[in-house]
Antibody, heavy 125, light 107 residues
């Protein structure tokens, strides 16, 4: 059974940093691209970042480029999101998402499949 | 960026009704479109991928159609458990973008 569990969320002041983690089980972690998608309170879904299963090909939304970095440790089945220079508009539930299709190399045209329960990040003074 | 526009924003229907939600892309995305259902306080759940492929375990009353720029999600016979917000998403190119959501209420 696929399981994803996010951690690391919490309250942080504007300009601060947080590192989110997503621990995965039930599938071959290195064979799937992984993503972060966020949802501000009462709002819609916004894609944040995607990383390939291997070779660490990454994509980031313009709204976080230069501030957030996605990475993964395949030996520990863990996905990360390092978030720096946080702003109030980064306040959201952050979801870890596994792509549906098994392919360790591509990040293109791979649909998000399974979502973790999410972790709340609140940026406020 | 590719803009995704859903309609309607909200709909209220009765159990047994046929329900249709439309999603329009600002440029062609071939068939690289997914549909999700989200219930309050929960993560989204994949229903349809590649515009018309039903995800494993999803009831057959859900179906998707379309290609290019116009897409449709249909619930053939609305059930009480189908309440929630439905989102379309294009994954033809980065940045991935989502529609603004359609909230489905059961009368």
């Amino acid at each position: 059974e696929v399981q994803l569990l996010e951690s690391g969320g919490g309250l942080v002041q504007p300009g601060g940093s947080l590192r989110l983690a997503c621990t995965a089980s039930g599938f071959s972690f290195s064979s799937y691209a992984m993503s972060w998608v966020r949802q501000a309170p009462g709002k819609g879904l916004e894609w944040v970042s995607t990383i390939s299963g291997t070779f660490d090909v990454t994509h980031h939304a313009d709204s976080v480029k230069g501030r957030f970095t996605i990475s993964k440790d395949n030996s520990k089945n863990t996905l990360f999101l390092q978030m720096n220079s946080l702003r109030a508009e980064d306040t959201a539930v952050y979801y870890c998402v596994k792509t549906r299709m098994k392919d360790p190399f591509t990040t293109f045209r791979v649909e998000p499949g399974y979502w973790g329960p999410g972790t709340l990040v609140t940026v406020s003074s | 960026d590719i803009q995704m526009t859903q309609s309607p924003s909200t709909l209220s229907a009765s159990v047994g009704d046929r329900v249709t939600i439309t999603c329009r892309a600002s440029q062609t995305i071939s068939s690289y479109l997914a549909w999700y259902q989200q219930k309050p306080g929960k993560a989204p759940h994949l229903l349809i991928y590649k515009a018309s492929s039903l995800e494993s375990g999803v009831p057959s009353r859900f179906s998707g159609s379309g290609s290019g720029t116009e897409f449709t999600l249909t619930i053939s016979s609305l059930q009480p458990d189908d309440f929630g917000t439905y989102y379309c998403q294009q994954y033809n190119d980065y940045p991935w973008t989502f529609g603004q959501g359609t909230k489905v209420e059961i009368k």
